[in-house]
């Protein structure tokens, strides 16, 4: 049988959006063989469409997103970042009965119901597992793995760049230090507001508790990062304990309480062992009990390969039949 052809078409090709171009160029034919589909790039939005990019023509830039959202493609990837803009982009793409796929926490975390609204209305799929913990595949535990089973809490180290810093400052360092090294190796941004604030990981920790709860959340608490000194850190050590950044959602009687915060934990906590810019999150369900996720939750290629692993969904999938049928 013949490899069903797939057209994608990609909002953004930085650092995620050329990991998923190199990816895809690795993986075309190994994905084709085991699955079934051959994935072909169409149009891509850039900024500068003359910069010379790797792995795919120069003739499939553009700088004008309507190519891509109104031209003919399967797929669209959306990781350009950001709400207003993505948020309009993906609406619009949905509105033309396209598959999405996005890696982007911030809009599904400000707008998620009315996008996966939408797109159920239109009968087209949404894929979002790179939203949380990169090659994690946490969203596809909730969604299927545990879709027979009641989870009572998630607890988690979701931000890698404030769990870099922490595991830094235990070797010594400062916090401002910790943060200038975390800049100059790519894992904070030149304005680490949303990292070290703790915002990222609330935007996080809300996409996951809207997978595994039915309850509204009806509390939020966020703490960073920033108040974290070396003398916490020390005399956490002292008593045989080690600070981590911690988000939980646990059940409460009117909904689901969320909490971010620097947190003491015991040295035999799963979470006390989980170092440098890895994510971990600590499932607790009724039937299965305790279930620990652990790896790399940043990052260009882990990223990219939870982005490229829904594509693959979406092509295998009873939408994208419904669609071409």
Known sequence: MSARSIRIGLLGCGVVGSGFVELLAH??????????????????????????RPHVARSTFTTNALDVLDGD??????????????????????????NVVTANKALLATTGREL?????????????????????????????????????????ILNGTSNYIVSRMEDGMTFD??????????????????????????QKLRI??????????????????RG?????????????CVIRHVATATRVPAGVALRIEPRRLSADDPLARVRDEHNAIVVNARATGELLFFGKGAGS?????????????????????RMTG
Do not use: H, W
């Open 27 to 52: 993986e075309r034919s190994r994905i084709a063989s085991r699955f079934g589909v051959t994935l072909n790039l169409g149009q891509i939005l850039v900024r500068d469409g003359e910069k010379t």
């Open 73 to 98: 493609c399967d797929v669209i990837v959306e990781l350009v970042g950001g709400v207003d803009c993505a948020g309009a982009y993906v609406r619009r793409a949905l509105r033309n009965g396209r």
């Open 116 to 156: 996966f609204d939408d797109a159920d209305r239109r009968g087209v799929a949404l894929g979002f597992e790179a939203s949380v913990c990169g090659g994690i595949p946490i969203v596809q535990a909730l969604t299927r793995g545990l879709a027979g089973d009641s989870v009572t809490s998630i607890r988690g």
């Open 177 to 202: 230090d910790a943060l200038r090294l975390a800049q100059e190796r790519g894992f904070a941004e030149a304005e680490p507001s949303l990292d070290v604030d703790g915002v990222d990981a609330e």
């Open 208 to 225: 996951l508790a809207s997978l595994a709860f039915d309850e509204p959340i009806v509390s939020a608490a966020v703490r960073g990062i």
């Open 228 to 240: 974290v000194t070396g003398a916490d850190i020390e005399e956490a050590r002292a008593d045989g």
């Open 301 to 321: 290629m882990p990223t990219a390969a939870a982005v490229l692993s829904d594509v693959i969904s979406i092509a295998r999938s009873s939408q994208y039949a």
